[in-house]
């Protein structure tokens, strides 16, 4: 069973419930960092049917990845090396996934157009994305309040006809989170 230690800013398990995952699928984290704070109870979730790509550029975090799922012997987490922010960039095989995750990463992002058409290439036709990210207001944690992106800030940025908006949710304290489904127009 997966088990971690530090405060929670934002509980993985009722977030992944909350945007509907489920066993036998198929979740990709991307820019999922070195704990893989949502990449193990994601695998937890989808059980040994499922699969959960874990996506970062940095290899040392991909390293780190492989190496906490061997030792909780999670056989199907997978660590993907990937730049998100290029289009075709993320090894994964396009519209396989039921859910993507975009947590804290929008306000990171160089080049939020090419984000989003990866998002939505590698999701499948009705499947979720999901984007969270720290509220705009001052908290005891987080990165500097310039840096961070407005709910209707970041619902601008994800306006496309490769997504449709589906919900929102406060996905912790300091989090907001925004659901989208894949449509059906092709990523070109």
């Not at 075709?88 to 396989?96: D, F, G, I, Y």
């Not at 984007?131 to 309040?145: D, F, M, R, S, Y």
Request: contains cysteine; aromatic residues 10%.
């Amino acid at each position: 069973m997966y088990v971690r230690s530090g405060t929670e800013l934002i509980n993985p398990f009722k977030l992944l419930e909350r945007v509907g995952i489920r066993d036998g699928q198929r979740v990709a984290d991307l820019g999922c960092g070195s704990l893989g704070h949502f990449v193990f109870p994601a695998a937890q979730l989808v059980g040994g049917k499922g699969a959960v790509y874990a996506v970062d550029i940095q290899r040392s975090v991909l390293e780190q990845i492989e190496k906490s799922a061997k030792e909780q012997q999670f056989w199907n987490v997978y660590p993907v090396w990937s730049d998100i922010d290029v289009y075709r960039a993320t090894h994964v095989e396009p519209e396989s996934l039921d859910l993507t995750l975009l947590i804290n990463n929008l306000f990171l992002s160089q080049n939020r157009p090419q984000l989003l058409r990866e998002m939505a290439r590698l999701t499948r036709p009705n499947g979720r994305i999901v984007v969270v990210e720290w509220k705009t207001e001052a908290t005891p944690l987080g990165p500097p309040q310039a840096s961070r992106i407005s709910k209707e800030d970041a619902k601008k940025e994800l306006q496309s006809p490769l997504i449709k908006y589906y919900d929102e949710f406060e996905a912790g304290p300091y989090h907001y989170g925004l659901i989208y489904l894949r449509t059906e127009v092709p990523v070109e």
